[in-house]
């Protein structure tokens, strides 16, 4: 999670026209409310910076994606 939160403060400070983050990653079958609960705090933090922050869960997918 920590290298997605760099990645969006990288993105907040260099793309000033940003609006929307979205991200499709795997679920983490161990900890899942741990990450969800992570993932929105992401979500809450850009949202005080005017974007919005969306994410859902693959079971397909092997890494991420983010757009």
Avoid at 37 to 65: A, M, N, Y
């Amino acid at each position: 999670c920590l290298n997605l939160v760099r990645l969006c403060e990288l993105a907040v400070q260099k793309c000033t026209a940003l609006t929307k983050i979205s991200l499709i990653t795997s679920k983490d079958r161990e900890d899942e409310k741990s990450q969800v609960k992570r993932l929105r705090e992401v979500g809450q933090s850009l949202g005080s910076r005017c974007v919005t922050f969306e994410f859902e869960f693959s079971d397909t997918l092997h890494d991420r994606q983010i757009s």
